[in-house]
């Protein structure tokens, strides 16, 4: 029940001013073994998927490996035409793929805009390191404009559109680069759930999924992720001006500390100081998601979830799992 309390209490405020100074989190993770190369991988892969596969001889395999490593991109895709391949199967490629070479396996990608015609090599003068998305109808394209002053070219920008209305936005600059996936009258976290698979997003280290009401005048895009990284945050957001018609007393911004992960709720509103809402806890208008916690928050979102209420409660799940 307080959830809808909640809810209803965060429909009627217009706006909710953020700040940079100070954020709160939910754990503090550990990021292992990212380093490791591709090409390392596919070495690896290939080993273990030779052992569960049909009887193939080692130098067949040699040659399918020859062929796809060090090669990238639609190369391998000429080569695996061309060249006569062994049958494989190979059972630590990811599913569905199995029956493909693991050097010719591409299983994630990026939101990174690609020229027609030319140098591919040209397409990116700088790769964004974030992810940023607001849902957004055309109504509030002013603020949406004012939020955007805040965030640097670090953060490649993607917005839901809800009204349909798109080419509108073209009348400003940044719209352009943006990508804009238009599907009418759905929430957030239906956008999130079919457009912002892990695999899809894993260029990007971070990634924000905002509400298109926020009031940033005090907000730094790029402190903040700083802040983000110095501390470790996998699940966090921005503290919220305290003056502001607050809900939680956990996204409150306090002024004597950059972060703090607990806190102390109105009595009665905790049934244990470790858990939601007073600590670990993260609302869920403008949360700010590791690539590694959004690959489970994103398998944690119900397909048939619609305004999202009670999904900040269950996302320190997502950070215990990483830091254990
Ligand atoms: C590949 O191997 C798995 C067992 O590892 C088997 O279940 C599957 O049917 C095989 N696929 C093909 C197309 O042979």
Not at 207 to 236: A, P
């Amino acid at each position: 029940m307080r959830i809808m309390q909640r809810s209803a209490f965060k429909r009627s405020n217009d706006s909710t001013r953020i700040i940079i100074t100070a954020i709160m989190g939910i754990s503090f993770g550990i990021f292992i073994g990212i380093s490791i190369s591709s090409v390392h991988l596919s070495k690896i892969s290939l080993l273990s998927g030779v052992k569960s596969s049909f009887d193939v001889p080692m130098t067949e395999i040699g040659i399918a490996h020859t062929i796809f490593d060090g090669s990238s991109g639609t190369k391998n895709i000429e080569a695996l035409r061309s060249a006569t391949l062994p049958k494989i199967n190979v059972s630590s490629n990811p599913r569905g793929a199995e029956l493909l070479p693991p050097g010719i396996v591409v299983s994630e990608s990026d939101l990174y805009l690609r020229r027609l015609w030319g140098d591919p090599s040209e397409d990116l003068k700088k790769k964004p390191k974030y992810l940023l998305t607001f849902t957004v109808g055309y109504d509030q394209r002013h603020n949406i404009d004012a939020a955007l002053k805040k965030f640097s070219d670090d953060f490649a920008i993607l917005l839901f559109h809800y009204d349909g209305r798109t080419s509108e936005w073209d009348q400003f600059e940044w719209s352009k680069n943006a990508i804009h996936v238009s599907v009418k009258k759905q929430t957030k976290w239906w956008y999130a759930k079919r457009f912002l698979h892990p695999d899809i997003v894993s260029a990007f280290e971070y990634i924000l999924i905002w509400d298109e009401d926020l009031g940033v005048e005090h907000f730094d895009g790029d402190k903040y992720m700083n802040l983000v990284i110095k501390h470790g945050l996998e699940i966090s957001q921005p503290g919220i001006e305290p003056n502001n018609g607050l809900t939680w007393e956990m996204t409150k911004r306090r002024g004597d500390r950059e972060v703090h992960t607990v806190t102390q709720e109105r009595p009665g509103w905790c049934s244990d100081p470790h858990l939601p809402p007073c600590a670990a806890f993260v609302e869920i208008m403008a949360p700010a998601f590791s690539r590694e916690a959004w690959r489970c928050v994103w398998h944690m979102i119900q397909n048939d979830l619609v305004h999202g209420w009670g999904l900040d409660f269950a996302l320190r799940r997502c950070v215990e799992m990483l830091s254990s």
